[in-house]
């Protein structure tokens, strides 16, 4: 069976269409609801969203699905995404439901959910659930109804959590953080994390409207933090995106560093108490240049498929504890089960606070290697798998390049292009190998 509804990260879409609607959300929660009372008899599912207006339809119209298979709901409010992961796992919770669409703009929306233990769950678990969705309703009838109430304080646990993830010996006094919150679930969490840590902050994109999430701001528009910190003379800058699990790091300069560089960071740091860092995991678009500096420190390198569950797979499977996405997707599973932007920051910089070493001087010697990425569209019916040329051509790139570079051939999923990208130490040298390539299948 396939999936129908869910993708690499839950179901997701623009809402007012299918499957974003109130009406497929109430027989989701009663699906979900069935296939959690299979195994237990009085489950109680954990439900928190970001700041989208429609976080109350759709928290609603779930909360009405659970309760009419018998399921309890205790609800956060507006909480980021590992947080809710954080309190379904802190709390012996049955199930954790976030309400957010992450990165996209407001018009869009989606579910994700997290086990007991705070985990995704695993694609059997999304086949039953969609089977469910499939069958006829099984209402209970109102002795059975499961109940719901509001958990009091959520953001100040997840807040807490936060801050016992950095250094007990360590403080951010001193350190002026602009903190920017993407108009989204981190907006009431994030600046107070820094500021209860000694550091003093200045918010931005902390005003949601239920509009503005992610506009303008946030870990995918981060050209308004590089303004804040130079217009406040900030020594850091650390944006979010919407549901708060990625992030982006700007120093006093405006260099921003994006999560290849921050995890090489998270390793450097580790390796820097005497630590063990076996090995660390990245995706197929991670730098070379972070993979060459890690196998310099003795460090194994693996690359996964692009998308942090799949980072996540990798990591469970090797017994490691650190990956990550360029993204910003970053996990340190020794610290949380899940990505999160505001822990991920706080071991950046208690790498900082513990060396005096401001990032930029971290990454000495590691520079990224320069990437062009050529997307050629496909004609109706092409078959670039079976393109000779092609193959011909990457064989005796990689061969030319070496150790010094790398090429990277996948489609689009979701357009009919072909995604061609070559990184190389020379920047001439991967714009003249892309479009070498590129040319095979034009």
């Not at 694609?123 to 509001?150: I, Y």
């Not at 870990?219 to 406040?232: D, F, G, R, W, Y």
């Not at 499977?317 to 089960?337: F, I, N, P, V």
Request: aromatic letters at 6%; charged letters at 25%; glycine letters at 12%.
């Amino acid at each position: 069976m396939s999936r129908k509804f869910f993708g690499t990260d839950g179901i997701r879409g623009t809402v007012g269409q299918s499957p974003i609607t109130p009406d497929f959300m109430l027989r989701l929660g009663h699906a979900v609801g069935r296939v959690l009372r299979r195994d237990r008899e009085h489950p109680t599912v954990l439900i928190g969203k970001d700041t989208r207006i429609s976080g109350y339809m759709i928290e609603s119209a779930l909360e009405a699905g659970f309760a009419s298979a018998g399921v309890n709901v205790l609800l956060t409010g507006p909480l980021p995404t590992p947080g809710v992961a954080y309190l379904t796992r802190a709390l012996r919770q049955d199930l954790g439901v976030v309400i957010s669409a992450s990165h996209n703009a407001y018009p869009d929306n989606g579910i994700k959910f997290f086990s007991e233990k705070g985990e995704k769950l695993p694609d059997a678990w999304e086949l039953a659930v969609e089977q469910a969705l499939d069958e006829p309703p099984a209402w209970v009838d109102s002795a059975n109804l499961g109940r719901a109430r509001r958990l009091e304080d959520a953001r100040g646990r997840y807040i807490e959590f936060c801050k016992n993830c950095f250094g007990s010996d360590l403080t951010l006094r001193g350190l002026k953080i602009v903190v920017d919150a993407a108009h989204g679930a981190g907006y009431h969490v994030a600046p107070d994390v820094f500021h209860e840590l000694g550091a003093e902050v200045i918010p931005i994109g902390c005003k949601p409207d239920g509009y503005n999430i992610n506009k303008g701001f946030g870990a995918t528009s981060p050209a308004a933090l590089v303004a804040a910190v130079k217009e406040h003379g900030a020594d850091y800058g650390v944006a979010l995106d919407g549901d708060a699990d990625r992030l982006q790091l700007v120093d006093a300069a405006g260099r921003l560093y994006n999560g290849d560089e921050l995890l090489y960071v998270m390793v450097h740091d580790r390796l820097g108490q005497g630590l063990a860092v076996p090995g660390a995991v990245g995706t197929l678009m991670t730098n070379m240049a972070v993979e060459l500096a890690l196998k310099s420190r003795g460090v194994d390198f693996v690359r996964a498929k692009v998308g942090d569950r799949y980072v996540l797979e990798e990591l469970s499977a090797r017994g490691w504890q650190l990956g990550g996405e360029g993204s910003g997707h970053l996990l340190a599973l020794d610290k949380h089960t899940t990505g999160d932007g505001i822990v991920s920051s706080l071991l950046v910089l208690q790498s900082v606070c513990r060396t005096g070493r401001s990032i930029a001087e971290q990454l000495d010697g590691v520079s990224l290697f320069p990437q062009t990425l050529i997307n050629v569209r496909l004609q109706p019916g092409q078959d670039w798998k079976s393109n000779t040329a092609l193959a011909d051509t990457q064989a005796a790139v990689t061969a030319e390049l070496g150790d010094r570079g790398r090429v990277l051939i996948r489609a689009s999923g979701t357009e009919p292009l072909v995604r061609v990208m070559v990184e190389a130490s020379d920047a001439g040298v991967a714009k003249r190998q892309a479009e070498r390539l590129a040319a095979t299948l034009q």
